[in-house]
């Protein structure tokens, strides 16, 4: 990207507009929505059995006060609720379930993606009037979506796709594009670092077999396959969910290579390499680049001690499900894709953020 400081400005704007139609409305925000997408949705609402078949994108409708979902039971299985992010995608789509009368039975897979499935069985087997997934094994979540259509169980993930195999199956994905943010985090560290210096990169990973770290990581080291200037020969540290193993990890990076970017796919645990590059003297020597958008990041931001976060805020993944499900209860389908926004901080722009994360 040759600009990337004006494309950031108009991602910020883009982030402030979003989807206000009625909960059993179309989501779908441009006026000239494709003819297919149209097509597309009418036939779900003639026949809601029917696979999905092409999969529409839109901005998610996060007016989920709207909703009515009045005795409704609905089952909500993730895969880890112990991370600040995670935890609050489930307990903010709880709340704003049960604030529009719905019943909302909970199960914590505790980074077991087995248990992910065994507890989706039992939601289906209870018979809930849909189902969500967050995290697991995509492919497994696949199969999940395939036994919940046959159950007619409607199912909807949160934040994160099924494999190929069971995108038929599901009736939406909730949440940001995670690896295209990923990517255009990467456009801005080309931007502001430039192409003709070598630099020293390494990545603070959470869990590494669950997806949203696996696509977090494909976005940057694929975007950043283009630019040979940057060496992220350094394999990336999964640190799982702690900040206290993050910070050990970059001690061990300092001490292994002369480092000038960390890439960190999750705040809480960046900060934990923030903190090891404090106590080593380097701040602002080593450039921070994270997401999330948690206060403490962004404050960090405003200290001079990251480039960048990005606000990718859980409680908008929540409000977009619950109206993502009262529309598809309701007319028997919904877009597929329903992207929820993103904002992107960095010294520019950081002061109108200050305090407004989630946690």
């Known amino acids: 990207m040759k600009n990337m400081k004006k494309i950031l400005a108009v991602m910020l704007a883009l982030a402030m507009v979003f989807a206000l139609a009625a909960c059993g409305g179309n989501t779908a925000t441009d006026e000239g929505a494709s003819a297919d997408a149209q097509t597309e949705d009418a036939a779900a609402t003639d026949d809601a059995a029917a696979p999905s078949g092409e999969r529409t994108e839109a901005d998610a409708n996060l007016d989920y006060a709207s909703c009515d ?41 505790q980074t077991n993606a087995d248990q992910v499935t065994e507890y989706a069985q039992q939601m289906i087997d209870a018979g809930v009037d849909a189902l969500v997934i967050f995290g697991g094994d995509i492919n497994a979540n696949a199969e999940i979506a395939k036994t919940a259509y046959d159950a007619g169980v409607p199912l909807f993930m949160a934040a994160l796709d099924v ?16 690896e295209q943010m990923t990517a255009d985090i990467a456009a801005y560290v080309v931007e502001e670092n430039g192409t003709e210096e070598e630099f020293t990169v390494v990545q603070i990973n959470g869990v590494p077999f669950l997806e949203d770290y696996i696509e977090r990581c494909a976005g940057f080291q694929g975007y950043m396959a283009d630019y040979p200037n940057y060496d992220l020969s350094a394999e990336p540290a999964d640190c799982y969910s ?35 590059i404090e106590e080593a003297g380097k701040t602002g020597e080593i450039k921070v680049y994270s997401l999330t958008g948690q206060n403490d990041a962004i404050q960090a931001v405003a200290d001079g001690q990251m480039q960048l976060t990005v606000i990718n ?3 908008d993944i929540g409000a977009g499900l619950v109206t993502a499900i009262a529309e598809y209860l309701e007319t028997g389908s919904t877009t597929y894709y329903q992207r929820t926004p993103l904002t992107y901080v960095t010294p520019d722009n950081v002061d109108d953020y200050i305090g407004q994360g989630e946690f």
Do not use: C, H
């Open 69 to 109: 979902l009045s005795g409704k039971n609905i089952g909500y299985v993730t895969i880890n609720s112990s991370a600040p992010w995670g935890g609050l995608v489930g307990t903010s789509f709880e709340q704003y379930a049960e604030e529009v009368g719905a019943n909302v039975n909970a199960l914590d897979a």
């Open 163 to 178: 494999a190929e195999s069971g995108r038929d199956y599901v009736a939406a994905v909730v949440g940001p594009d995670q």
């Open 242 to 276: 702690s900040r206290t193993d993050a910070k050990t990890a970059m001690e061990e990076f300092m001490t292994g290579y002369d480092v000038d970017i960390v890439m960190g796919y999750d705040d809480d645990l960046t900060m934990g390499a923030v903190q090891a």
């Open 313 to 315: 805020r859980a409680q």
